[in-house]
């Protein structure tokens, strides 16, 4: 793994929720910054995991990238229905 991998990885998992296996799943489908992570829809950054995963993806998952864009423990983003840019419906 490049230097700058190993970085950006370790970078994502500064966030809320975000493990070294979610980290590199990240990087994997183009997330190289944490100001992109930010930027991002957890809806679709779920959809293209579950796509580079086979179709296979827990939803506690998406709960994940909720609460690492929104900064909460992923159990509080249990009940948001849609996330938005920046807006919340719940």
């Excluded at 296996?21 to 910054?33: D, E």
């Amino acid at each position: 793994m490049n230097k700058d991998k190993q970085q950006t990885i370790k970078d994502l998992q500064a966030l809320q929720n975000i493990g070294p296996a979610t980290a590199k799943r990240l990087y994997s489908i183009g997330i190289k910054t944490l100001e992109q992570m930010r930027r991002s829809d957890p809806e679709e950054l779920y959809k293209k995991l579950k796509k580079k995963g086979g179709g296979i993806l827990d939803k506690c998952v998406l709960y994940q990238l909720r609460g690492a864009i929104l900064n909460a423990p992923w159990p509080k983003c249990k009940n948001i229905i849609k996330y938005s840019k920046g807006r919340i419906k719940k």
